[in-house]
């Protein structure tokens, strides 16, 4: 009987990488807390130490212009009458 791959999510491989980085627990310990192989811990921890100022060096969300909602509502209104009146005048022609 073939066994299928787990798959971790990102949030639970920073976990336990940030775990290991601790080093409060060894990473036998760790394996069978989070029932993952300690080669597995060691790589999710050197690529969480590689990646790390990637977390930095992206512009934040705060740092994205500010859209003017007022005149994403007035384009809107304009595109809503240009639209009735091409359905009106498609009416009259007969299309």
């Known amino acids: 009987m073939k ?16 775990e290991a980085l601790k080093e409060r627990e060894s990473l036998a310990e760790l394996s069978k807390r989070f029932e993952v192989h300690p080669n597995i811990i060691s790589k999710w921890k050197q690529e969480f130490l590689e990646r790390a100022a990637e977390i930095f060096d992206k512009k934040s969300l705060d740092d994205e212009p500010e859209v003017d ?24 022609i007969g299309l």
């Open 3 to 18: 066994k299928t791959r787990r798959k971790f999510s990102g949030a639970f491989k920073a976990k336990v990488a940030i």
């Open 69 to 92: 909602i007022d005149k994403l509502y007035a384009k809107i209104g304009k595109l809503e009458i240009e639209n009735d009146f091409i359905k009106k005048n498609l009416k009259k």
